[in-house]
């Protein structure tokens, strides 16, 4: 198992094929440490996926679980503070815990709901109780407006759905996850918060292909757009949707609001239709166009003469690419779009709108202060 597939994912196939697992989540994160409160890996027996951030930490949390695993233990979930300069002699010197879950295929229902809730890009939070007995493999899986599942207790179960969600409805509910007492019972709530909208990358050239395998190493979704279906490598990643169409300004139309565009075809003339597509809409964090300040110029005379209103013209970024290189190669271009995505991804996190964030000031500086050449088009 490796890659970004996300831990329910990973754990429904495991636990599907009866196999058991232990998930591993950063419970609290105080200081400086590897990862953040909510970053999970699953540990099988001769396999691992994702990551809480490597070294010492990762190491000891390996052998825990597979120590749980190789014990036959029945569904557990208990607590594990690690001082890291202390106890494991990380220069980092945060203090990190971790939850450990050993499960089972009795966990399935409750995975299909957290598995459903990613699917429709809901927030969601999984409650457990931080126990040894029999209740521990049991979740509640909360929403801001349903529940499902129980802790095997009524009251609990009210109590709980009450605190998750007033961890969801939080400003800061990215940072919620960890643990509360309610009732005399330790719960330990896992806040999970879906994925930015998908970048929807129009072109499998050269460029194209690079910023998709780019992508490929981080959790984002990716719709990838194309008239040439024979063109398309024989495997993506499993975050990465192949969309063969023959009239591409239709996946404009229809794309959700919020994702980010990243246009680069074979045809300068599909390009002006897509990127026209997109500034009729006033919804995408993103319009990026490869090209030149020239290539640039052209299509804004065009867009104007066209209708577009000025102001739309400063929605679009082109050329692409954060930083100043210089180079041209597929490889560099799509590392420094990449890298101008995942800033406006993570500004993005913050509950952000495009506006505030200032996204077209950011886009129009850098242009500014790049290379003459632009992205070769």
């Not at 993005?348 to 202060?369: C, D, F, K, W």
Request: one cysteine or more; charged letters at 20%; a neutral charge.
């Amino acid at each position: 198992m490796s890659g970004v597939t996300r831990w329910h994912d990973v754990l429904r196939n495991v636990l599907g094929h009866d196999e058991s697992a232990v998930l591993v989540t950063v419970a609290a994160a105080i200081g400086s440490t590897p990862r953040e409160a909510g970053a999970a890996m699953v540990v099988t027996t001769d396999a691992v996926s994702g990551t809480i951030g490597g070294g010492h930490l990762e190491f000891e949390a390996l052998r825990l679980a597979r120590e749980a695993l190789a014990a036959r233990a029945t569904p557990a979930q208990w607590l594990v503070r690690f001082p890291l300069a202390a106890r494991l002699g990380q220069c980092c010197g945060g203090v990190a815990t971790l939850a450990f879950a050993t499960l089972d295929a009795r966990a399935l229902p409750w995975l299909d709901v957290a598995a459903a809730c990613a699917r429709a890009r809901t927030p969601f939070a999984v409650v457990g109780r931080v126990s040894p007995d029999a209740h521990a493999g049991m979740r509640l899986v909360v929403t801001r407006d349903d529940a499902r599942g129980s802790l095997g207790d009524a009251a609990l179960d009210s109590a709980a759905v009450s605190r998750a969600r007033v961890a969801l409805a939080s400003a800061r509910c990215r940072e919620a996850t960890g643990t509360l007492e309610v009732a005399g019972d330790t719960l330990f709530v896992h806040v999970e918060l879906p994925d930015a909208s998908p970048v929807c990358v129009f072109g499998n050239g050269h460029v194209g292909r690079a910023l998709v395998h780019v992508l490929g190493a981080v959790p984002v979704d990716v719709r990838w757009i194309d008239t040439r279906e024979n063109d398309f490598p024989a495997e993506v990643p499993a975050h990465v949707e192949i969309v063969a169409i023959d009239d591409p300004v239709a996946e404009v139309v229809a794309a959700p609001h919020g994702a980010a565009l990243v246009v680069m075809t074979h045809s300068h003339a599909l390009d002006f239709d897509i990127v026209e597509a997109a500034l009729a809409r006033n919804d995408f964090v993103y319009v990026g166009l490869i090209g030149s300040k020239a290539k640039r110029a052209q299509f804004e005379r065009r867009l104007l003469a066209r209708g577009t209103p000025a102001d739309a013209l400063q929605r679009l970024t082109c050329p692409i690419g954060a930083g100043s290189l210089r180079s041209k190669l597929p490889g560099v271009i799509a590392i420094a779009v990449a890298t101008e995505l995942l800033v406006l991804r993570e500004r993005s996190v913050t509950g952000a709108s495009a506006e505030v964030l200032g996204i077209n000031s950011v886009s129009r500086a850098q242009i500014g202060s790049r290379r003459t050449g632009g992205n070769g088009r």
